[in-house]
């Protein structure tokens, strides 16, 4: 009993650990994103700090997703895009021994989106304020839309928070960003990254034509030679998704399009607003205690 409290101890601390140097690392990048400065030093710088400030690596590839891109969208190798008056949603993740936070921001570069950014901003407040023991997820997500429809804009209704667990960025339970009839009780314990999307537009989202994040989710031979150089560069990544720019194998495109049509790795398009409105985000990792919740990523 003694060595799994100890264990429990010791994966606790290093969700905290990993929230800590997400907090540094998301500070330091904010400050970084101005209007001309190219997407890609950004997303490089986020992915190297975290590892000089001790964590084990990204648990995603930087996101930088601008106006109404709402989700996964990170940089091309060599991409010499840069930041106009852009609305820019930052989500990064780093862990350590497999062990997740997640976080996002929204900077608004042209001035003109402050009640947007405020939206998701209240939408999380919200839902920290209501996370505790022996909550339902429906009440979560029922904070978050009121908090939203406030500032009469819309919940993005398709995209969700997620439970964390090591090497699964997105694990179980699903934490809406809208009012649902049938959710999920949190425990005491649990790790949840909570992530409200606001938006002027239709309030959901559909898959862009730009895939550059992946994921392996299966275990599987392939007899494509290039896909097997591949498959070998994939394992340090586990089940942690990755970009297409950190891969050097040959034949890459090739490669990917094998294994995703063999149902080993899965592909993350960029998620577009329907209705082309602009979209924010915030978000914070959170430990479920008995009486509220401990935010790892202030």
């Not at 190219?38 to 930088?64: H, Q, T």
Request: glycine content about 8%; charged content about 25%; proline content about 5%.
């Amino acid at each position: 009993m003694a060595d799994k409290v100890q264990e429990i101890e010791e994966i606790i601390d290093k969700y905290i650990k990993a929230g800590k140097i997400l907090s540094q690392v998301r500070s330091e990048a904010k400050d970084r994103i101005r209007v001309g400065v190219r997407l890609l030093e950004v997303a490089e710088f986020v992915e190297n700090r975290a590892i000089e400030l001790g964590a084990d690596g990204s648990a995603f590839p930087c996101n930088i997703s601008r106006n109404d891109e709402a989700a996964h969208a990170t940089p091309l190798a060599d991409d010499p895009t840069v930041f106009d008056e852009d609305v820019v949603k930052l989500d990064l993740g780093v862990h350590v021994d497999g062990y997740i936070a997640d976080s996002a921001i929204t900077i608004d570069l042209s001035g003109k989106y402050t009640d947007l950014v405020k939206a998701s901003e209240d939408g999380l407040n919200a839902a920290i304020d209501t996370v505790k023991n022996g909550v339902n997820t429906a009440e979560i997500a029922a904070a978050i839309e009121d908090a939203i429809l406030a500032h009469d804009l819309k919940p993005v209704g398709n995209l969700t928070g997620h439970g964390l667990a090591q090497y699964i960025p997105h694990a179980p339970p699903s934490i809406p960003n809208r009012r649902v009839s049938n959710g999920s009780v949190l425990r005491t314990g649990d790790m949840i990254a909570i992530e409200p999307f606001a938006t002027d537009g239709a309030g959901k989202v559909v898959d862009g034509t730009l895939t550059e994040i992946f994921q392996v989710v299966k275990k599987k031979p392939v007899r494509l030679p290039a896909a097997r150089v591949l498959l070998k560069e994939l394992k340090q990544y586990r089940t942690l998704p990755f970009a297409k720019r950190w891969l050097r194998s040959p034949q890459l495109d090739f490669s990917l399009l094998q294994l995703e049509k063999a149902g080993i790795i899965h592909s993350y398009p960029v998620l577009r607003e329907v209705a082309g409105g602009m979209v924010s985000q915030k978000e914070h990792t959170l430990i479920v205690t008995d009486d509220g919740c401990e935010v790892t990523t202030k």
